[in-house]
């Protein structure tokens, strides 16, 4: 952003954009809760809103006023429903190659120690341009075309971190403990079971940001030890499974299997076969779907497309998005969807004969 | 390889196989000349030919020999036209995924400082296993299902390698340089000219398994440098050119102006030009094609196919091949053609104008 | 030690002794608390003695003893007190180049993300033989000459590690402040401000060994969060300053600076100052010391030391210690001490004056 | 260089200055011939002479003029005879921390595949400040005490390489083969056998800047490669052995050994031995001295010694040079002295034994 600013057309001062857009990327993944996702869902959150209740916080809204850094311009940027003049930083702060999804990458493919997570990122950033002509481009960011193969690579690995990191079944399957065990302690809503700080889940409400600040991973962590001693057998159960890493088994639902599990009533037998052997299988045996797009082609005549999308130059200087060039670009624009059941190991062998 | 034999069904002693293997790998690029393939193209051979002539060469045969490592089984192995029983070393030798893609891949990412070469080697060996059932496939080695992702990840860095690297417009432009320049020692046959070294183009010969030894990338950088001050203008530009780097321009050839190039006579327009400016088209002006299928899916039927191309075992362990099941991989199973115009800086502007 | 045990003259069985070897040094951290070092100070146990109670602890010792594990053997490895014929194995599990340093120090480095604790393993490894001939080292691992450089190379990582990570002032600074929180907590012994898992610090007795597999780092980082809305003024001070990353500022007590705090009143002075600002100097003004020697020279005639030192073979095969034998190690054989004045930042400046 | 300049108090425009520093530091290094340091020595040059030779060279002079970049200021900051107001930019050309030592430490570390030569170099140019206080130091970068440790594993770096990788006893007696190979033929020289570029041997004058230019390390390899087929026994026995990597082999003269090999006519007893055997000594049997002080400590008073060793600040902003508070590079500041002789293979056993 430091090198592509000072070449945009622009009345604002360089300084003053060059700031709202680092601190806006600063911020951006700031309402994100105790084990990200998990708490998202288990809590009925999203981060993005969390994120915009925090900018308002007073400890925080302070300082960005100290400085001059509009808040609410920051939220727009942030939930993408900036002005035109924005553009840019929106590409930074959320696109399809914003500082999210680089800054996700690069730190979970290091710290996972898989390879495939290596992005040139310098190479990537080197060869972005301002387009200076008029059209719907106008002040974005495009690619050079010898940027082509550092793009497709990119792509790749973010595929690959979703399909093997992100999607792992015994990373999924730690998380639905978690959310099960979460889900049993809001359900029994025991004032003995509940500690102070998820009352909300009994109460039907979302966390203030106040609750959201005091729980991190260390509290839920905490929390989880305590619920493995609770009376509650399943709760005291599926906690204790996470703490050990005892995890429920999985029954991948490709294609065909899921529509038998829908059509078929395998879905009823499942749970009648958990029930005989003493498992709710409201908790022992959900169905985990998730789905990924590792490129979303750009759609002509969606404004936002236009930001999002990644662009390159032709050699004649001519915009081309990158799917319309890349066979593999081209490949990873299909949503890819995995289902799975998830079951206690004790009748993962009998669930799956009711697939054969 | 290690790995594997020991899980191999076969009378034949487990030590003897695998250093058969293993020296086989060693020598299976032993036949390369100066500047790999530009020799080869330059000279008029195969390496591959090379190679199984060295095998034969005194000093090679008589440590094979002394080993008991049978000469003309590791050509069969080499040419790919061993019997059933070699055909896990063959796949280590000359596959789809071979030590020579592995071992070029890492070395030449390595050296060009790219970051896309980074094959998570370590895992795609781990997860092969030995086919134990009759069928095709019995005795070769197959990926488990887990390590699809790192295959996709191996097979699109492959690609990106040939089109970054490999097939970039100034190594390809170095090389013309030199094949150009060779070219013209050999049309000119002047014996003041050619070195004894390259007598052989002179007298419309292969060269001898001898003068290939002789002839390393420090003999020919070395001719070059002489051949930069012959008296012939032409051989003296070429060589020149190629030591200053003062390579061809490119003009791409995509599909359409490759039509226009065949079909409007822009040829020989641009043959036309360049004369009029003082160059020699033939040396001057060469168009270079290549081509290259990041991977070529398994034909069923032909038997070659089974020990090339990469399978894996589905979650019943069933054989799938890789193309079949990712999308990623049957987009790289297209055949990627390049075609570039090469021409001299001077007349670059006008050439490209007889495209417009 | 899978290279080395064959080439060791033994009649107990390898295979075992590898097996012994390989858990022995799997499980020698098992006793660390939360927060490593602080807790072992702050609870007032040895993580050694707490390994040694695991091994007892009926989870783990049930597996040990299924795979026929001597508990009693692998204890003596551990506190080094084993007879002869496992001093080999006490090299690898405790020794000054053993499994623990090795593991520590590729780990920090890669999660500190600093260049210098890069060893080179397989090349330290490798250069490892067994010495057969009679005298104090038969049976023990020396290097061959060739490793020297790289072991050089190791001592100083460690060395560098200790000096600009482990004893760095800041991670020293955020560890003195749960010390001393936990401190307060104790000596306050308010039932309702400890926790039940830190009762054992009220009774005055070291932690059960179920009470420190419950100790997890989540654990105190959730009681440090109730702790810092504690009604007691100093423990919610503390524990926010930990929490909000407040460290205390430090004054380094180099030599001169070191007597004259000690011999001219200085530390008087200075609790003085914290206390007209409202700062129990107990608390608010500790002094850090601690001190490392990157690498212990051997001392013949002490038994243990043959087993814990650094030895080289030199041209003639002679056993030299390394020490001896390099001018870097012998540097890097003084006591490093390291001595620290923590003051809260308002009274820093006017503390450092009284050093003046 | 680039952070440092603009803080740097001098009425000169900042832009030339930097300019100025960057060319001299790209060029500092262009004098060298082919085998580096083995060319100097064989063809009695020095490569910083050579350096100043080019920068007067027409095609380099010509673009120094039209870029208004003073040659004659250029070459005395090459050298170190620059006046003071140079003296930064003589700290990054020619100093114990310059360009040049951190660009060969990189380059070579990495292409030999040796995990020593990590220098943290961001961390290292982070740490310098220019020193602004009157005296010595005015002017100069000088290096918070942050980076002590950063330096003190560079100044270590660079000692292994040298004793590990530039001094390794294969490296040398490679290099020993090439010169006194071309000795033999500068010894003979006989116009079949010394090649045009090298007839300046045979004139006993240095070679002239077109003949260094011409003659790169695919020339020498040419060259010696046709030497391998001479007629005098002696130099193709050298140049073969040379391409055939059949080196001589080392007997290291350690400290006592030296002084037996002078004292006691073992030198001439090597010689006879050698001639007995049908080798002459001049060739075969060289003593390889070399020596490395990897850190010069700074000399007060000699006023280059200001400017080429590597300061720091102390707690108090004082400045301390860096043997004076690390024993690492104390030690580091002893000159190690490395002798060894080399023989023929043949006669090693025996040669041996003369030393016993």
């Known amino acids: 952003m430091e090198r592509l600013l000072p070449t945009v057309d622009t009345s604002e001062d360089k300084k003053f954009l060059l700031q709202l ?30 994120t915009a209740n925090l900018l308002d916080y007073p400890e925080i809204a302070g300082i960005l006023e100290k400085h001059s850094l ?26 399809q190659l914003d500082c999210d999804r680089i800054d996700y990458l690069l730190r979970d ?26 059209g719907p481009w106008k002040g974005l960011a495009v690619s050079l ?30 998380e639905l403990l978690v959310r099960k065990a979460i889900k049993r302690a809001a359900d029994i809503a025991d004032s003995s079971t509940l500690p102070e700080l998820l009352h909300f889940l009994a109460e039907g409400r979302e966390p203030t940001v106040d609750e959201m600040l005091r729980l991190d991973d260390h509290e839920l962590f905490s929390i989880l030890a305590k619920w493995s001693k609770s009376n509650d057998q399943i709760l005291s159960d599926l906690s204790t499974r996470f703490i050990d890493r005892k995890l429920l088994k999985t029954i991948e ?31 022992y045996c959900p169905v985990d779907s998730h789905s990924d797009t590792p490129y979303e082609p750009y759609t002509p005549g969606e404004e936002q497309s236009v930001t999002t999308s990644i662009f390159l130059y032709d050699e004649e200087r001519k915009i081309k998005e990158i799917s319309a060039v890349s ?16 079951v206690p190991a004790k009748i993962f062998s009998e669930a799956k004969d009711l697939f054969a």
Chains 1, 2, 3, 4 share one sequence.
């Not at 009823?268 to 958990?274: G, S």
Request: proline content about 5%; glycine content about 8%.
């Open 145 to 174: 075309n010898k940027g082509h193969y550092t793009l497709e690579s990119y792509i790749l690995s973010r595929h690959l971190m979703y399909q093997d990191v992100y999607y792992h079944k015994a990373t999924r399957g730690a």
């Open 70 to 95: 509009p808040i609410s311009r920051m939220k727009n940027i942030l939930t993408g429903t900036n002005p035109p003049q924005d553009a840019l930083i929106s590409q930074f702060v959320s696109s």
């Open 253 to 283: 639902l490709s294609h065909p299997k899921l529509s038998a599990w829908i059509s078929e009533d395998i879905g009823p037998k499942v749970n009648q076969l958990a029930e005989r052997n003493g498992f709710n299988p409201e908790y």
């Open 109 to 134: 493919a290091y710290f996972a120690g898989v390879g495939f997570g290596n992005i040139d990122l310098p190479r990537i950033v080197r060869m972005f341009k301002v387009h200076k002509e008029n």
């Open 327 to 342: 066979d593999v670009v081209n490949a990873l624009s299909k949503t890819k969807y995995n289902d799975r059941l998830y």
């Open 21 to 50: 857009g680092c601190v806006t990327m600063l911020l951006h993944d700031l309402g994100h809760g105790p084990f990200s996702h998990v708490s998202e869902k288990a809590f009925g959150i999203e981060h993005e809103d969390m």
